[in-house]
């Protein structure tokens, strides 16, 4: 029997990683760090990880690797590519970090067209302290603070779309889903490539969090999809 | 020599000193340090500069460009320094270089523009940790100078946050001072990126022991570093009755006192720490040796006399003035004035 493929580039000694069984960042990562072994980028590649679940994330890659809070993982990447203008420079977080608390960085970011890649994965909830609802949580949704789906009554936030009005012409954006991985990493090396070229790169990723949703695997499976009907998955802004 | 400005002199500081990157937000009395920075980086294609979205993403962007092995810095003042606390005490807990000139403003909240000493305690401790940072307070436009350059070299020597913590005063201020040539300081190394095996840097622990290991190292490490950077300045305590405990800017207007006070017979002398973090207990003890009293002098409602309380704490037959006047000036002549009531 075949080994299961695993990228080279993680570092084995971490695994199992933290994240909950089903959790869509082991997903996000795998695939990244398959890109990062194709594009044989891994030694000069940062990867700048946010608070929450995406923290869990500090020693997955045998990488150079720092954490955040906070949605301030933008901020610092864009600190880093000035001083480390040759790095591939990766900011990675969730949808609370980067469209709450720390919308502002991105905004900044995407309109100084930083030449560097963030990756936002977007599960509806703030997943680390319980699921509570996030600016992405969608209309009706039952979080714990929004109970029975009373109070998650707002518009739910369009990142990559709100990202592309303010971007350069040539920077890339884009919206995926964990359950497409053949797009995830064809996504994500457009976003090296972008990065590459001197341009801001941002893929959002649609995301499972059992835990947080209660939903077993096919209820798991069935969210992602009714998420895709709010959610438009594909390119945003970019070819 | 030239006459320049606080802001200006504390540029010309951070350029000598080696400083390649700064990242900063608009704020009274510290904007100039900004614009005078652009200036130059426009000249200098090797210094880097960004205008950041607020005082968060100016130290996040600091810590980013530290890491990636640049002398990178930034300068804020009042609620903008609330902000800056939460980039400093990452850096703090990371072992992470960080220099921040603080001009501190009035307050509570949005204050004044000009003045006060009210941001002691958050320079000190302003975090959610164990106020591992260190904090410098200049007195005049010279050491303005000489304590941004200190600043550079401690920062990148000890891998710590260093606060030049000055005012809106030492901020505006025209002035001259000694431009020093080939100043050495510690220089920058890339954190990662080096060619060194790849390194995973966190802050985030699981364990209630493990983060309490941790702590205690860098606590350790911290207590040994305390001893080597500590500094303080003394002027006429050998016989003095009343000694006068200052520091800053008002630390100048009590040397002048003191220097009044004693043409008239008087036997006053001043203590001023020049770190405020660490804070030299031991030599603020062996000041007052043969006074009676001491009069604690701030434009705050206490923050410093704390310290000092604290630090001379068991010498009870000590008594205690103090001379409080929160986010305004002090002058000479009213502390001399106070002086004389008490001793007379």
């Excluded at chain 1, 609802?133 to 936030?157: V, Y």
């Excluded at chain 2, 850096?91 to 220099?99: K, L, N, T, Y």
């Excluded at chain 2, 840097?201 to 022991?209: A, H, K, P, Q």
């Amino acid at each position: 029997m075949n080994e299961p493929r695993f990228p080279k580039c993680v570092k084995v000694s971490s695994k199992p990683s933290n994240f909950c069984p089903g959790c869509g960042h082991s997903i996000t990562l795998k695939n990244l760090g398959f890109v990062l072994d194709e594009l044989k980028a891994a030694p000069e590649t940062v990867f700048a990880t946010d608070i929450g679940c995406s923290l869990l994330a500090w020693d997955y890659f045998d990488i150079d690797t720092v954490q955040t809070h906070h949605g301030r993982v933008t901020a610092l990447a864009s600190g880093l590519k000035r001083a480390l203008p040759k790095s591939n420079i990766i900011a990675y977080m969730g949808d609370g970090g980067g469209y709450a608390i720390g919308l502002q960085y991105l905004i900044g970011a995407v309109r100084r067209d930083d030449p560097m890649m963030v990756i936002l994965v977007n599960n509806t909830v703030y997943a680390m302290t319980g699921g509570q609802m996030a600016p992405t949580t969608i209309k009706g949704e039952n979080t714990t603070s929004s109970p029975g789906g009373i109070f998650a009554d707002e518009e739910p936030l369009q990142g990559p779309e709100l990202l592309a009005t303010l971007c350069h012409e040539d920077a890339y954006i884009a919206r995926t889903t964990v359950d497409n991985q053949v797009q995830l990493q064809n996504y994500l090396k457009k976003a090296f490539a972008t990065q590459k070229s001197g341009h801001f790169a941002f893929v959002e990723v649609l995301s499972y969090c059992p835990t947080n949703w209660k939903t077993d695997a096919k209820r798991t499976i069935d969210f992602l999809d009714h998420l895709k009907q709010t959610y438009r998955v594909g390119v945003i802004h970019g070819e | 020599m030239e006459l320049l400005t606080g802001n200006e002199i504390i540029v010309k500081a951070a350029i000598a000193a080696g400083a390649d990157a700064f990242f900063g937000y608009p704020i009274t009395p510290t904007t100039e340090i900004l614009t005078h920075w652009s200036e130059e980086a426009a000249k200098n294609k090797g210094l880097i500069f960004l205008q950041t979205e607020d005082e968060i993403a100016a130290g996040f962007g600091v810590i980013g460009a530290a890491l990636g092995g640049k002398k990178s810095w930034t300068a804020t003042a009042g609620v903008g320094h609330l902000l800056m606390q939460d980039p400093i005490v990452m850096a703090e807990s990371m072992r992470i270089p960080f220099v921040a000139y603080i001009g501190q403003r009035g307050g509570p909240s949005t204050g004044t523009v000009i003045y006060s000493q009210q941001e002691l305690s958050v320079a000190r401790d302003g975090g959610n940790g164990e106020g591992m940072r260190l904090v410098l307070g200049p007195s005049n436009l010279q050491e303005l100078y000489d304590f941004t350059i200190l600043a550079f070299d401690w920062a990148w020597r000890y891998s710590l946050p260093v606060i030049i913590l000055g005012d809106g005063y030492l901020s505006k201020m025209t002035g001259q001072v000694e431009i020093k040539k080939g100043i050495r300081t510690m220089p920058a190394k890339p954190y990662l990126q080096n060619d060194r095996k790849p390194i995973n840097i966190r802050n985030c622990y699981s364990l209630e022991e493990e983060l309490g290991q941790v702590l205690h190292r860098e606590l350790k490490d911290f207590s040994e570093i305390r001893k080597v950077v500590e500094k303080s300045e003394t002027q006429s305590c050998v016989d003095a009755e009343l000694v006068i405990f200052a520091w800053g800017s008002v630390a100048g207007a009590a040397k002048e006192a003191v220097g009044n006070l004693r043409s008239e017979g008087k036997k006053v002398g001043l203590f001023r720490p020049i770190t405020l973090k660490p804070f030299s207990e031991t030599r603020a003890k062996q000041a007052v040796r043969t006074a009676k009293t001491i009069l604690i002098v701030e434009s705050a409602q206490g923050k410093f006399g704390r310290l000092v309380k604290e630090a001379l704490f068991g010498l009870a037959d000590i008594k205690i003035e103090e001379l409080y006047k929160p986010a305004e000036g002090i002058m000479a002549a009213e502390i001399e004035a106070r002086v004389r009531e008490i001793l007379s």
